[in-house]
């Protein structure tokens, strides 16, 4: 499987500023995602990040609150623009590869707390 | 929209029991499934995948697949204190190789010695 990075590990934020997440892996990688799991809840995919490209958004998240970038195979970020204490959340990127027989892998998570 | 339905729980089982864990979807066109374990204040870690019909097993760990029924489980063996956490079922979009996965809520599943 990948071995796949994010940082920060957790910060806390004041409202109204941004914050960039950013997720490493060590191999290239065909997709790349974002999601968000807030306390006692499952897994919502926030985008797929594209390299080359804009993300795809799910429904009910935009690209001016959560903008992200994918240069290449092995990088992304995910910025929570603007917050408020209702984006405080741990939000993972995972990756999938067919080398990794379509599986999807999941990074160590970022814990945001909003103020 | 589409569904992942689990129990979810908690379910509790003593250590060396058979743990249950059940998942249903309502997208009859689904092909991959997969279980992942998430230990509090961790990631979701992936234990198992499964593609055909029938059980797939890896060590105490079993997978069943019935597409038919729309219904996709995983069954601990001698399960140990070590396997308290929260399982998540995933089903992959329809006709997709890669990409997109719906979760369910989550099973928490506590072991007791």
């Known amino acids: 499987s990948a071995v796949i990075s994010q940082k920060p590990s957790r910060d806390i934020c004041q409202r109204g500023t941004s914050l960039t997440i950013q997720c490493q892996v060590d191999?290239?990688?065909?997709?790349m995602f974002w999601y968000r799991q807030q306390p006692g809840q499952s897994l919502t995919l926030i985008a797929t990040?594209?390299?080359?490209?804009?993300?795809?958004?799910e429904s009910g998240f935009v690209i001016d609150k959560f903008p992200i970038s994918r240069p290449n195979l092995t990088f992304s970020t995910l910025t929570v623009s603007n917050m408020s204490p209702e984006d405080s959340s741990i939000y993972l990127c995972s990756v999938e590869s067919s080398r990794f027989y379509n599986e999807q892998f999941f990074g160590p998570g970022t814990r945001l707390t909003v103020l | 929209q589409k569904e992942v339905e689990q129990n979810s729980g908690p379910l509790s089982v003593p250590e060396g029991a058979i743990a249950s864990l059940n998942c249903t979807y309502s997208d009859r066109g689904s092909q991959s499934f997969f279980w992942y374990r998430q230990y509090s204040g961790k990631s979701p870690e992936l234990i198992m995948s499964?593609?055909?019909?029938g059980d797939k097993e890896d060590g105490r760990f079993t997978a069943q697949l019935n597409k038919a029924s729309q219904y996709v489980s995983l069954l601990i063996r001698d399960s140990q204190p070590s396997d308290s956490a929260t399982y998540l079922c995933a089903v992959r979009d329809r006709g997709s190789t890669l990409g997109r996965l719906y979760f369910g809520r989550g099973t928490q599943l506590t072991v007791w010695p």
């Open positions: 990040a594209n390299q080359g490209s804009e993300a795809t958004y």
């Open positions: 499964i593609y055909s019909n």
């Open positions: 191999s290239q990688v065909t997709m």
